[in-house]
Nanobody, 130 residues
Framework: QVQLVESGGGLVQAGGSLRLSCAAS????????????MGWFRQAPGKEREFVAA????????GVADSVKGRFTISRDNAKSTVYLQMNSLKPEDTAVYYC???????????????????WGQGTQVTVSS
């Protein structure tokens, strides 16, 4: 129904910045975006996938995890069907695979657990060196 493709991951030094992109496509996404939310999650080896940030597609309401508040910013470009995660002041603990996801009922109220999201991208690796 929805295809998500992440990009922008890579290797950066601590204190640096990186911007991740997630391009969405598919008839379901394009036609019914008013009810969707898009989010970013991350997962490090041996750890559970954790919430990072989310945004409603229709009106741009956002929510971010306490661990990245003040450092990460989520945004969207409706014309490009793309959501971004701007990551500043990166720390080694931010190292993880970052996943883009869609919650098809998240437009009313943002949700913050991985079980609430319906579609997932393949992930992009972010590595922060000390």
């Amino acid at each position: 129904q929805v295809q998500l493709v992440e990009s922008g991951g890579g290797l950066v030094q601590a204190g640096g910045s990186l911007r991740l992109s997630c391009a969405a496509s598919g008839r379901a996404f394009s036609s019914y975006v008013s009810s969707y939310a898009m989010g970013w999650f991350r997962q490090a080896p041996g750890k559970e996938r954790e919430f990072v940030a989310a945004i409603t597609w229709s009106d741009g309401r956002t929510g971010v995890a306490d661990s990245v508040k003040g450092r990460f910013t989520i945004s969207r470009d409706n014309a490009k069907s793309t959501v971004y995660l701007q990551m500043n002041s990166l720390k080694p603990e931010d190292t993880a695979v970052y996943y883009c996801a869609v919650d098809y009922t998240g437009g009313l109220e943002l949700r913050f657990t991985r079980h609430d999201y319906d579609y997932w991208g393949q992930g992009t690796q972010v590595t922060v060196s000390s």
